[in-house]
T-cell receptor
Framework: GIQVEQSPPDLILQEGANSTLRCNFS?????LQWFHQNPWGQLINLFY???GTKQNGRLSATTVATERYSLLYISSSQTTDSGVYFC??????????FGKGTKLTVNP | NAGVMQNPRHLVRRRGQEARLRCSPM?????VYWYRQLPEEGLKFMVY????????ESGMPKERFSAEFPKEGPSILRIQQVVRGDSAAYFC??????????FGSGTRLTVV
């Protein structure tokens, strides 16, 4: 099945810094989503982005499907951005395959 | 649109009891998925259902676990004779046929 690798596994930032999170996947995909799991465990859908670039406020994402990777950009980070960021892909089957996540800590 | 609704949010069961987790999909969504998240890990697929049909249960443990999505009412994930290793967060998601998942807030099961 599809393999999903996320990097870095952990990231510590000072408030106001920018960051880039990466997601590599091993096969062509029909769907790619980025999620934020906040410290209370809630899973928030950030982007549905099987290809191209999208922006939502301080967050943006780019997926280059032909090269099998996606990037999540966080600009001017805030303490509320802390949590775990998951990339998940959907290949030939209906199920989403999740990476292990990037744990982001933003310090004041 | 209330989103994907899961209940209860927290569930405590003693070893050997049954756990029943409920999920109501978003309005207009006919596909339901259950995922399990163990502490400090990503989400693992368990089962994919459409109304009255199990489409893919390749991630379900062979024993004690079952899922249904009846014609009327929520989807149910049932765990019989729970053990400590079943303690986890269980997430439900729904989608349309075109894709794009929306997740519920999860049920955190603790087995004591």
């Amino acid at each position: 099945g599809i393999q999903v690798e996320q990097s870095p596994p952990d990231l510590i930032l000072q408030e106001g810094a920018n960051s880039t999170l990466r997601c590599n996947f091993s096969d062509s995909v029909n769907n790619l989503q980025w999620f934020h799991q906040n410290p209370w465990g809630q899973l928030i859908n950030l982007f549905y982005i099987p290809s191209g670039t999208k922006q939502n406020g301080r967050l943006s994402a780019t997926t280059v499907a032909t090269e099998r990777y996606s990037l999540l950009y966080i600009s001017s980070s805030q303490t509320t951005d802390s949590g775990v960021y998951f990339c998940a892909v959907q290949g030939g089957s209906e199920k989403l395959v999740f990476g292990k996540g990037t744990k982001l800590t933003v310090n004041p | 649109n209330a989103g994907v609704m899961q209940n209860p949010r927290h569930l405590v069961r003693r070893r050997g009891q049954e756990a029943r987790l409920r999920c109501s999909p978003m309005k207009g969504h006919s596909h339901v998925y259950w995922y399990r998240q163990l502490p400090e890990e990503g989400l693992k697929f368990m089962v994919y259902l459409q109304k009255e049909n199990i489409i893919d249960e390749s991630g379900m443990p062979k024993e004690r676990f079952s899922a249904e999505f009846p014609k009327e009412g929520p989807s149910i994930l049932r765990i019989q004779q729970v053990v400590r290793g079943d303690s986890a967060a269980y997430f439900c998601a729904s989608s349309t046929a075109r894709g794009g998942y929306t997740f519920g807030s999860g049920t955190r099961l603790t087995v004591v």
